[in-house]
Nanobody, 124 residues
């Protein structure tokens, strides 16, 4: 069983930055594909970014390309989401998810483990 804990959310002004962290309870976290999703009030969950296992190739939703950066520190069993130039439409609860199997990176059903989420609020 993998436990994921997100942190780093908060209230930020438009144009500001935040870095989210997703810490895992397993030392083999480097072997997991990790994704970030977000869900705004009244909207469906949306794929944001994912990172492959080990070397960590990144993948992004078109809406965040050039704005967000996903990375991983395998020594710390942690995946990060650096969010820059934040806009009000980025306001959502952000979730990290992990999977040990291959699947469609942008689909929530591809992931077996989820964190509890962290709130990101961007004020305009």
């Amino acid at each position: 069983q993998v436990q994921l804990v997100e942190s780093g959310g908060g209230l930020v002004q438009a144009g500001g930055s935040l870095r989210l962290s997703c810490a895992a309870s397993v030392r083999t976290f480097s072997s997991y594909i990790v994704g970030w999703f977000r869900q705004a009030p009244g909207k469906e969950r949306q794929f944001v970014a994912a990172i492959s296992r080990y070397s960590g190739s990144p993948y992004y939703a078109d809406s965040v390309k050039g704005q967000f950066t996903i990375s991983r520190d395998n020594a710390k069993n942690t995946v990060y989401l650096q969010m820059n130039s934040l806009r009000s439409e980025d306001t959502a609860v952000y979730y990290c998810a992990a999977s040990s199997r291959l699947g469609m990176l942008n689909r929530g059903t591809s992931y077996d483990y989820w964190g509890q989420g962290t709130q990101v609020t961007v004020s305009s």
